[in-house]
């Protein structure tokens, strides 16, 4: 298959040298590959140190050299590679290259325009771990990612849960990408590159960041059935022992799966939107009966629940259990009536959330996933005719053009040097060499989004200077659940102003703040888009000059079958095999584990699109419209499975409650300490073994042995003792921590730092929050420029807090704003209380 010519894309005059190996490093040159970057990538004499078919992915779109990096002619090949690029990608332990003979600071000293990007495992200043052998589940053990997995797994006892997603390497690949993008936008600005570093520890706490964050004396109100179970069996001793059905009985009936006509389970995501838990029942032709047996909808769910007419309230998340139970059991019945893919289209022309359960080689092999450009064709060297996750982030206007990627093409030394040499490299004048500013001051954001994925997207780009105003309606669409709680993380660096744009004061308000703003965030359908008069055309009669990124769930490049459809992280997960591999079967779906798997991922997507829109349009002129998705991400998720071929073996990547790692050498160990090691190991590393006390011997052991000796062994010294041998001799090892206790050993007083000189974790308690609750979050840490400056964000304000100062500075006198609050047209609050009772 041809490749399509890359000139349409936004970062086709950019040369990166890629040094990455694993997932993280080459992950990130694929992505600026994809948008159009030419890349030089670096492998050792004896090929990839990682050997997968998910290279053949991460390796597209470049020129593969191969470089003894230890050798004095290697080191020079490299230098001379270095000389020719903007942007230089490697994911070793700190100091490696240095050793190497590279140093990243005195290359950018040398070159003060020159990018470097470091994706270590742990922090250059974490000093405990900064040296570890840090494999992609030893951080995720130390980091929390496989304890107390979600509430299914607390109430089923499995703790720690082993799950193969790579969600460190991911979520380190999003942040990472925008990172480089963001600088070398800034480059444009000022002349000058960057030295950046963004720990994959750092960056899983920031994806995992709605899951780490403690509020004091949260509201009854919004606890689920299941964590009111895990209290009352903890209150009373009682062990945490319940099977998959029964769990079932404790989720919403507007948050499950249920088993369709055909035998597949279909999942149902409608807790807390204020129409589409009733369009859900009505479509299911149950709504009226439920009504007449007292189903309510409260006015407004933002009273506090004493205050409510009735003791329930659709659209608010979680229900009351006796509710859930029958509403349930009513739903259940009716989904047997249709198949799945039935229920699919009636949900999604019915415009309400709701998706069938597919493994992952159906979602490689789906329709969609073909037709909308999220699956894409390539023709490997090694394995032929492959199909591969698609582009991560596109731009409206050129994403066609990613859709036919080059395969990888292994070429000698000297004709990648005349590749890099070729491209011209135009710079603006270089200012002084040691300026700091944020690479987004000055820039205005308008945010119209809801939920996790677009929010956060903006809430990013926030720590690095952009200016946002965060724009809801004057009543709420979501419950408090949704908004508010999430808010708390996504709504930090915002200003609130809230204003009702159906009404023709309000719609002129709306227009002013696009007049005004130079990039615009919405995470919606495309039909959405076009109603709200922010399709392409509508935009440039407002604001030529405004970048539009969109966000939305099942979105690609091109239009497919499902693209128009709603739908949240939760369905992306069952769509694309998540759950499934998660709880092992068609029959056992679960969500994995934690809030915003995919979400946060997504939305710093939505920043990496931003990013290249800015550079394109500082570099060309021409206004770009950055798209991406959650299905798009859920791609990254699962990139060391996520790919097909002819030859290609089983989908037999670790699966299901019960398992604990992928082999012998690779799993979870029960210790003399009451608590599990995750070992970490490959075949070459088994001489090493021979250096561990009370391991002697164990290189011996026939393979079928292997999990019984080390299981045994194990038990005979305690936790933290084997992390500290096995790390000696330079064995991956990590004690399964979880995160609470990780928040608890690094959180300071808020005190107006960013948290990235903590180490690999950092945490703030805000004492004094503006919603009268202690709350405890992650710092926005994990991006860390040397030249760069990043801000400390302020906690979250109450939704509304800025109505009045915003409308004032469009124009509004005060007797005006006064006016319009009256009639309905703006709103100062949501609820008397920040955090509704």
Known sequence: ?????????????????????????????????????????????????????????????KLIVTIDLKSPEGREQALALIE?????????????????????????????????????GFASNDALRREWRAFESVIAAQSGVFTDMGLNRVLMGINPSFSPLPLASAYGTMLAASAVVLALQARERTGLGDQVEVPLASAVMEGLCYNSIKIENTPER????????????????????LSYDDLQELLDPFYRS??????????????????????????????????AEGLGEEE??????????????????????????????????????????????????????????RWLQEWINDDHAETAGLMVEVDDPEYGHMTQPGPMVWMEESGEAMLHPRARRHVEFSYALRTLAAIETKLPRVRQKNARDGWLDGVRILDLCNVIAGPHSVAYLARFGAKVIKLDPAKPFYDCWNTVIFGMSHMRGKRSLLTDIARPEGRAIFEQLVKASDVIVWNAPDRQVQSMGLD???????????????????????????????????????????????????DTPEEHAHVGTIDVMCGFGGSLGIAAALYQKLKTGRTGRPRTSLSALSNLAQMPFCYDYARRGLFDEPAGREVVGYDALSRFYYTSSDRFVLLSAYEADLPRFEKVPGLEGFSQVPVEGRAAFLAQAFMNARAVDWVERLQAADIGAAICENIETIRAYNSRPADGTPGTAQGSYAFSVFADH?????????????VRPRRGKIYALEPAEKYGASTRAVLQELGHTEAEVQRLLDDGVASDSWSREYLPS
């Open 1 to 61: 298959m041809a490749a399509t010519d890359n000139s349409s894309l936004p970062l086709r005059d950019v040369k990166v040298v890629d040094f990455g190996q694993y997932m993280a490093g080459p992950a990130v040159a694929m992505i600026l590959a994809d948008l159009g970057a030419t890349v030089v990538h670096i492998d050792p004499p004896g090929g990839p140190l990682w050997h997968s078919p998910a290279n053949a992915t991460l390796n597209r779109n």
């Open 84 to 120: 020719e690029a903007d942007i230089v990608v490697e994911n070793f332990r700190p100091g490696v290259m240095a050793r190497m003979g590279l140093d990243l600071a005195a290359l950018r000293e040398a070159r003060p325009e020159l990018i470097t990007l470091s994706i270590p």
């Open 222 to 241: 919004y606890k689920t059935q299941r964590e009111k179970e895990i209290e009352r069996r903890r209150t009373e001793g009682l062990p945490m022992n």
């Open 258 to 291: 249920y088993k369709c006509k055909d035998g597949r389970m279909f999942y149902v995501v409608c807790p807390s939107h204020k129409h589409h838990a009733k369009r859900c029942l009505q479509a299911l032709g149950i709504y009226d009966e439920l009504v």
């Open 300 to 357: 407004d769910t933002y009273l506090p629940v004493s205050e409510w007419k009735g003791e329930v309230s659709l659209g608010v998340y979680p229900l009351p259990k006796a509710w859930a139970d029958r509403i349930s059991a009513r739903m259940k019945e009716v989904f047997m009536t249709r198949t799945a893919k039935e229920w699919e289209r009636i949900f999604g022309r019915g415009k309400f959330p709701g998706a069938p359960h």
């Open 536 to 586: 392409a055309d509508s935009l440039k009669k407002l604001n030529p000059d405004a970048i539009f990124c969109k966000l939305d769930c099942f979105s690609g490049p091109r239009p497919g079958p499902r693209s128009g459809y709603l739908g949240y992280d939760d369905l992306v997960q069952a769509s694309t095999g998540i759950m499934t591999r998660f709880g092992g079967s068609m």
């Open 770 to 782: 503006p919603s009268g609750h202690a709350v405890t979050q992650l710092d926005p840490f994990a």
